[in-house]
């Protein structure tokens, strides 16, 4: 999150990529905190984070975005999210 808030120009896309990736950090938190004692409401969380990183992914694939962030920033940008989304599919599965 602190890679978008420096690298992103401040404005309107700025704020929703930090709102959707504030969104998938709580989801990750809330799926911490249920722990292994209770799978379905961790694995619950971990599915709605996926689901928060996929729209990050979209949100920097709109004309806006490409017009505002710069193409390496962009680059990075999906590449990270994507590792990251990759990961907590894996935990989840694990779960």
Known sequence: MLTTRAQVPSG?????????????ETFVGQAQAAGQAHRRPAKSALAKAVRSLRKFDGRLRSRKAKRVIPADI??????????????????????
Do not use: M
Request: net charge positive; charged share 20%; hydrophobic share 50%.
């Open 74 to 95: 962009l680059g990075g940008l999906q590449t990270t999210a994507a590792q990251i989304r990759g990961d907590v599919v894996a935990l989840r599965r694990n779960l």
């Open 12 to 24: 309107s896309i700025r704020d929703a990529l930090t709102a959707v990736l504030t969104k998938a």
